[in-house]
């Protein structure tokens, strides 16, 4: 999808792919970060394991933002926290 997506506003011009890269891995660090929080919240708070299930998805889609540049002190202080970590 992304690669699409790159496709089409290279061939519109004017368009500020390092920018568009930067600002996509800061906003998917942010909300991959988020959901991470809230699937543990949901299980230690409230009781519900079965969200859970989506952890694997969310850290490998954190991994994936943390390959920017930009995210390399967050990448290292979660990797520092154990956090991102595949457990398989």
């Given at each position: 999808m992304m690669d699409d997506y790159l496709t089409l506003r290279r061939a519109q011009g004017g368009f500020d792919e390092a920018?568009?890269?930067k600002t996509w891995a800061i906003m998917s660090a942010q909300r991959n970060c988020k959901l991470a929080g809230l699937w543990v919240r949901l299980l230690q708070r409230d009781g519900k394991p079965g969200y859970l299930k989506h952890m694997p998805r969310t850290l490998a889609y954190l991994?994936?933002?943390?390959e920017h540049e930009a995210l390399a002190p967050l990448r290292d202080w979660c990797a520092r926290a154990g956090i991102g970590q595949s457990e398989s």
């Open positions: 920018g568009f890269m991994q994936v933002a943390f």
